[in-house]
């Protein structure tokens, strides 16, 4: 009987050893699950981290590069202000220069205007007083010039230019010789086309056209006179004008310029 007793206490502790293990057993598996599940969470943690520390860096990296690259461009734009500044001192300069030529023309263009109204005056009285050939193409040249000098729209340079080319032609006359037909009443006769014969500005002479009739213009009386001893030398003139001959010398009488008054 006693053995029996024995025997079942044995059994019972040996149940309770078993339960106490399989207890522990359990126990010890959840806390492996636990430190498995922890350990999972800090390394996603840790992982979480590091992208958010990567992130960070490739953040920095691309600000450093952004501030790179506006450093580059502030310098570039201060070389180009400094470029620009150096610019606009020489535009200023050149506009400082034209001010102040646009200065000086405004007081050449009030001293050259009333010259130039001078030296019309000055051609016209000489046109006046000259042996008078070609009389109206000279005396319309001066009423082209006074009508140009009423005009704006003409620039003083332009007036002044033809002025000067006026001058010009009015010379030129002088070293020329010519030849043209024009219609003279002389002595009361009927009018008739002479040819003229122009030699410089000193010689002006006419001339029938069958040579019967020669004269030259006198300059002291201001009127045509006949001078027939001049027909030969004046019709050797008049042949040589229009290149049918070679030039020679010729014996003509001149009158000397009258002087303006």
Known sequence: MK?????????????LAVAALSITGSVFAQSVDQV?????????LAQQSQERINDIVEGTRSLEDQYRSINKEID???????????????????LDDIALSMDQVDVINRQIVPLMTRMIDGLEQSIALDVPFL????????????????RS???VAEKFRKVME????ENDYGNSVDTYEQALTLDGSETRVYNILRIGRVGLY????????????????????????????????????????APEII???VSAPSEAS
């Open 76 to 94: 570039g734009l201060r070389v180009y202000n400094d470029l620009m500044r150096a610019q606009t001192a020489g535009q200023q300069a050149t």
């Open 135 to 150: 009389m109206e193409e000279r005396t319309e040249r001066i009423g082209n010039l006074k009508s140009i000098m009423e």
């Open 251 to 253: 014996t003509v009488p």
């Open 206 to 245: 006419y001339q029938s056209e069958d040579a019967t009739m020669t004269g030259r213009w006198d300059n002291e009386i201001r009127d045509w006179v006949p001078d027939n001893d001049a027909r030969s030398e004046v019709r050797t003139g008049l042949r040589m004008a229009r290149q049918l001959i």
């Open 36 to 44: 498995l599940q922890a350990e999972q969470r800090r390394l996603s």
């Open 3 to 15: 053995r029996c007793i024995t025997s079942s206490r044995r059994l019972v502790a040996a149940a």
């Open 153 to 155: 729209d003409v620039s």
């Open 166 to 169: 006026a001058y010009q032609i």
